[in-house]
């Protein structure tokens, strides 16, 4: 505790007195300062003790002490010392009443007493004050290391809030809270998330206080790197002392130095996932199993789903425009104990996640925040394209991995085509292949092949589109579709002879009757 005036009070070696101001004497004293000036105020910080003679003040006008304590006080002094026997052989009762109407405690100073003794009974007192947080924290640190080792980020939170006195959070990179200690500040962590994210957001490190009805918080971000990898969130009743900090900052000195490790080891992990897949791709499953051993062994011991992921080229070019992807996936994929394989393969991203799995699960939830900020966005805006483009493949093994990659390739493509944040090639596989024909590429193609027929049928001369379709309907059968028709099998015919007059084209080849039919459709699900 720094000093305060009670312990002045109580200091043998000072003889000091009270005269006013009793109720306050437990103000933590800064600085003990003498000053004659009649106005000290523009040279005061406050905290400090002011030491005066009044030897250029009218200590016995009431009005001129009254306004002469008023200024101390509104300046934050938080005593007046005075000593007798100098210019006053006692305190004049004008200063006394002024102090005790403000509550400004007034001590008296007998002139045996030196100013300069009651600066050195603070100074040490401070530097005592300062030595003790000092060793407070170095057994703060050691205590904190000491859990670190044993116990991982757990342990750490654990002994930095028993050493704040408060709680402690741990969040990861996607703002999601990791541990928190004691357990019953989890709740109060989860409604951080927010100002997690925003802190995320920023450059480390950085740092923020939130402060709530119930606590005040401090947020801080861990990693050295541009983006954050985790954040440390820390709650106490007020503001933390200087022991207390030191043990703060030992404790984001800790979690730097974990993250970092991590950091370096997350890049060897990736050089073994990125063979991993290259393997698998390869048709080389067993060479795949072997180089992945423990670390993504139980990834192909289970069907898996792979991922595709890249940016259209509308999408700006700064930033790491996989990174929040990433993170949450990782994140995700980690609470689940989930193994996860995340690779560069040139400009995309490719993603191995386990079936029905958390990390999957990610993958659906960010491609749905995604087409959801495109919806929000105004015509015209930054959401009219997705930021990100996902193709997802059907379950797969590892022999099947090169499939599996051709699958959520051809998802992408179709993502691509159709402006959505993420398509599933299982979506593709058990529904009809007409929605393809919305392409603009085949329309264009359905719009070539069927114009000559409907001029024709603009000039009046008869319906053949609507005889072909018919016709195309009924698989050929004449009697059947020119009763749809309400016209002769005969005139039918020759309907069907002047379509292949006009296209040059045989009705009776299979793929000239696939390709009309597929034109129709095309053309029709424009209009309808």
């Not at 006008?61 to 006080?73: C, I, Q």
Request: hydrophobic share 45%; charged share 25%; proline share 5%.
């Amino acid at each position: 505790m720094p000093p305060t005036l009670a312990s002045l009070v109580h200091h043998s070696a000072l003889k000091l007195t009270v005269r006013a101001g009793e109720e306050h004497l437990d103000a933590p004293v800064r600085w003990a300062h003498a000053s004659e000036l009649t106005d000290p105020v523009p040279y005061m910080e406050g905290g400090e003790l002011l030491l005066i003679t009044a030897l250029k003040l009218d200590a016995e006008d009431p009005e001129a002490m009254s306004r002469y304590v008023k200024r101390l006080a509104a300046a934050g002094v938080v005593g007046l010392g005075f000593a007798v026997g100098v210019h006053y052989k006692d305190i004049p009762e004008a200063l006394v009443a002024a102090a005790a109407d403000e509550g400004l405690p007034l001590l008296e100073v007998p002139r045996r007493t030196p100013f300069l003794a009651i600066s050195k009974a603070v100074s040490a007192a401070i530097a005592a004050d300062q030595y003790r947080a000092v060793t407070a924290g170095f057994a703060a640190q050691r205590e904190l290391t000491k859990q670190a080792l044993s116990d991982g980020p757990e342990g750490l939170l654990g002994a930095l809030a028993a050493q704040v006195d408060g709680w402690a959070a741990l969040y990861d990179a996607s703002g999601a809270v990791v541990a928190t200690a004691p357990e019953w500040a989890s709740r109060r962590a989860a409604r951080l998330t927010t100002d997690v994210e925003r802190l995320r957001d920023r450059a480390a490190p950085a740092s923020a206080v939130v402060a709530g009805a119930e606590d005040r918080v401090e947020l801080h971000s861990i990693g050295t790197g541009r983006r954050p990898r985790a954040a440390l969130a820390v709650g106490t009743a007020s503001t933390l002392g200087t022991a207390e900090r030191y043990a703060l900052h030992s404790a984001i000195a800790l979690l730097t130095l974990t993250t970092e490790r991590n950091r370096s080891l997350q890049a060897a992990e990736a050089r073994v996932g990125s063979a991993v897949l290259r393997m698998l791709l390869a048709g080389e499953p067993d060479h795949a199993r072997t180089v992945a051993g423990e670390l993504y062994g139980s990834l192909l011991d289970a069907p898996f789903r792979l991922v595709v992921a890249e940016v259209p080229a509308s999408a700006p070019a700064d930033g790491d425009p996989f990174a929040q992807l990433t993170d949450a996936v990782e994140s995700a994929a980690a609470r689940a104990g989930e193994a996860l394989l995340v690779v560069p393969y040139g400009e995309r991203l490719v993603l191995l996640v386990v079936d029905g799995g958390a990390g999957a699960a990610a993958c659906v939830a960010y491609a749905r925040t995604l087409e959801a900020g495109r919806s929000d966005a105004p015509e015209g805006g930054a959401g009219d394209g997705a930021a990100l483009l996902l193709g997802l493949s059907a379950p797969a093994g590892p022999i099947a991995a090169a499939t599996a990659y051709k699958q959520a390739d051809q998802a992408l493509s179709i993502a691509r085509r159709r402006g959505r944040a993420m398509v599933e090639h299982e979506d593709l596989a058990a529904g009809s292949v007409l929605p393809l024909l919305a392409d603009d590429a085949v329309r264009a193609f359905a719009d070539g092949l069927l114009r000559a027929l409907y001029e024709h049928d603009a000039t009046g001369r008869g319906d053949l589109i609507a005889s072909l379709r018919a016709w195309l309907s009924r698989h050929g059968q004449w009697d059947a579709a020119a009763a749809d028709l309400g016209v002769h099998r005969h005139t039918l015919r020759y309907r069907m002879r002047r379509v292949e007059e006009i296209l040059g084209r045989s009705l009776d080849d299979p793929d000239v009757r696939m390709e009309l039919w597929l034109s129709l459709k095309a053309t029709s699900s424009g209009t309808e």
